[in-house]
């Protein structure tokens, strides 16, 4: 009798997090390594969300709460979708839990079946097709390339939905592309989800307040209101507030289905730390300085590294409107020998010998199902950056 069950095999370890740990062994073992692997900001948290944490320690607020979060805290959840979104949202419509990838693991498992397809755009995050593995469904993943600035057009999605079609998951705006969809952009998609009435949809806003040149993400709900009784609106502190390590991923949903999620939490984790819930209530509800202030410099850095990345023999990247990634095609640089020796072909085999020649972490495009390119965080400083980005332009350069 095999101990593993069977279900493991149809899903793989997260490969960012892979890359990051081998960036870190490395770091260990006393080399000089630079990782832009990690998709975590480089900023602390906020003074007031740290002391509202320690007020509440202080209360002694240390007890479980309620599995879907306190009500304080789903109040606070509702004025934050209304505020950014326009969206009416009860608390018992509401869902906290341990960091948005909780929320996304809730939804799918609490409603797919066994064949049921989910349509993810790609490329995208590396634990989307995993976790609609997991629950036994069928990832559909559908290519959108860089000529179409990394969003799927309706068209794509209108190819895409079949009777077997349970969900949309749609990342706005999206890791590991930045690519973002503004209103405009999302109503083409939300037009062609009106004449399929049984395709829910899932909108992972979590990056939502890291967008630049004023551009601004919409979400599924704000453009399309009929859509609101088929769709999780998913967001977090996680990035906006540089709060990843607290754990707090929140949605708002119909009731049926957060039911059914607060259901499958229950016998999971139960509720996410009532300190973390604490904190995240002052960071949704004080002042929003700090988020505007890390976007800026989000935007700064953006702006650096893809200038210095476009320098790099063999390497084109787009700008990015939002998130902290950039995602360059590196299929210039394939079928090349490095200075140290290595055969460059594939993505992988790039970024293997960028580490290993170079002290440089990325992430190769395939993790998110699109080979040919690399995904590189710009979440730490300027002085950092340039460093990466110099020896990136370096390695390239002698690649032959």
């Known amino acids: 009798m095999n101990l593993i069950a069977d279900r493991l095999n149809r899903i793989s370890p997260s490969q960012t997090i892979a890359m990051t740990g081998k960036a870190r062994a490395l770091k260990a073992q006393g080399r000089d390594i630079i990782s832009l692997s990690v998709g975590e900001p480089d900023f ?11 007020a509440a320690i202080e209360r002694g607020e240390t007890r479980y709460t309620d599995v879907a979060g ?66 036994e469904g069928t990832p559909v993943i559908v290519p959108c390339g860089p000529n179409q600035g990394f969003r799927m057009t309706g068209e794509q999605l209108e190819a895409a939905i079949t009777p077997k079609t349970k969900w949309l998951i749609l990342n706005n ?47 599924i709900v704000e453009v399309e209101p009929r859509l609101r009784d088929r769709t999780v609106t998913m967001n977090g502190c996680s990035k906006a507030y540089a709060m990843t390590g ?4 929140f949605a708002g949903a119909p009731l049926q289905l957060i039911k059914a999620m607060d259901k499958l939490q229950s016998q999971s984790t139960s509720n996410t730390s009532s ?19 890390m976007r800026q410099a989000f935007e700064r850095r953006r702006n650096l590294v893809v200038g210095m990345l476009n320098q790099a023999a ?22 090349k020998t490095s200075a140290g020796g290595a055969k460059i072909d594939s993505d992988e085999a790039f970024c293997l010998a960028l580490l290993d020649e170079t002290g440089v ?40």
């Open 173 to 219: 705006p999206c890791n590991p592309t930045g690519a973002g969809y503004n209103a405009a952009q999302l109503k083409e998609l939300t037009d062609v989800l009106l004449r399929h009435p049984d395709v829910w949809i899932f909108s992972d806003d979590i990056y939502e307040k890291l967008a630049y040149d004023g551009m601004k993400p919409a979400t």
């Open 44 to 54: 602390e948290t906020p003074r007031n969300v740290k002391d509202a944490a320690i």
């Open 70 to 135: 306190t009500m304080e805290l789903r109040q606070a959840v509702c004025q934050k979708f209304k505020r950014d979104s326009g969206i009416d949202y009860k608390p018992e419509e509401i869902l906290v839990a341990t960091g948005g990838k909780q929320v996304i693991f809730d939804a799918l498992v609490a409603t797919i079946n066994a064949g049921d397809e989910a349509i993810i755009p790609a490329p995208c995050w590396v634990s989307y097709p995993d976790i609609v593995a997991l629950a």
């Open 314 to 335: 063999g390497m084109r990247c787009a700008t990015p409107e939002g998130a902290f990634y950039v995602f360059p095609d590196v299929r210039g640089c394939l079928g």
């Open 275 to 293: 300190i973390s819930q604490a904190a995240a209530i002052e960071a949704l509800t004080g002042p929003q300085d700090s988020v505007e202030e």
């Open 246 to 249: 607290w754990r707090i991923g």
């Open 361 to 400: 972490a990325t992430v190769h495009g395939a993790a998110f199902m699109f080979p040919g390119h690399i995904r590189i965080s710009y979440a730490t400083d300027d002085a950092t950056l340039t460093e990466a980005c110099t020896r990136i332009q370096d390695f390239c350069a002698k690649l032959t």
